[in-house]
């Protein structure tokens, strides 16, 4: 079954929690032992964050032609710093740039990390730029092999798939909304973020 089949197989009954409710372990928040593309997805929307699945590259299209659709992008200025994604979403009248004050970020990132619905990124993705320098508005492109259960684990990979050459600027995106106080290392220097992502399934 499907990631979408599964989550949204039983609908819930209970309300969801009011603004400002602690997010430790609160009992909306899913079980720590429920799979990890099923936390990640809740942890994820409960952040703040549009999640948007595809099963095939073609339904991972038609979800961008929303997006851009919905936020009135075509023909507009893009932030993006990966060739190989400009080809990925070639074809819709973008203007690939570096400018900042682009009207979106378009990027892949690292890993999803199930235990908190935060996206891992690093200096692949984001060069030696802050995140809060970044436009607001961001789309991701990822797929659900890149689910991991923590950032521990997403480190590692990083840490195992760039042996000698290890990336630099590595933090995570977790906030979609304005947030009050964060003490976590791993989002200093964040700012919240309207971000949409684009998962493929590859599983």
């Known amino acids: ?8 197989k039983k609908s819930s009954s209970k309300a969801p929690p009011e603004a400002g409710e ?5 009992k909306y928040m899913p079980d720590i032992d429920t799979p990890a593309d099923e936390r990640f997805t809740k942890n994820f929307i409960y952040n703040g964050g549009k999640f948007l699945y595809g099963l095939n590259v073609d339904e991972v299209h038609s979800n961008f032609d929303n ?14 710093l990966d ?8 074809g819709y009248n973008l203007q690939f740039g570096k ?22 990124v690093c200096s692949k ?14 789309v991701v492109y990822a797929t659900t092999s890149q689910i991991v259960n923590s950032i521990g684990e ?8 760039n042996k000698g050459s290890i990336p630099t600027n590595i933090t995570t995106i977790k906030h979609f909304e304005a ?8 989002t200093y220097g964040s700012s919240a973020k309207n971000l949409y992502l684009l998962l493929l399934e590859d599983l």
């Open 125 to 138: 993705q984001l060069k030696e730029m802050k995140l809060k320098d970044f436009p607001r508005d961001m």
């Open 1 to 8: 079954m499907s990631l979408f089949g599964k989550l949204f």
């Open 83 to 90: 060739e190989n994604l400009m080809d990925v979403f070639k």
């Open 22 to 26: 602690e997010m430790e372990r609160s």
């Open 154 to 161: 997403g480190l590692r990979i990083i840490k195992n798939g």
């Open 99 to 120: 400018k900042r004050t682009s009207s979106f970020f378009l990027t892949t990132c690292e890993s999803l990390v199930a235990d908190n619905g935060s996206l891992l």
């Open 67 to 80: 997006i851009l659709l919905e936020n009135d992008w075509y023909e507009k200025e893009v932030l993006c």
């Open 179 to 186: 947030l009050k106080d964060d003490k976590n290392f791993m």
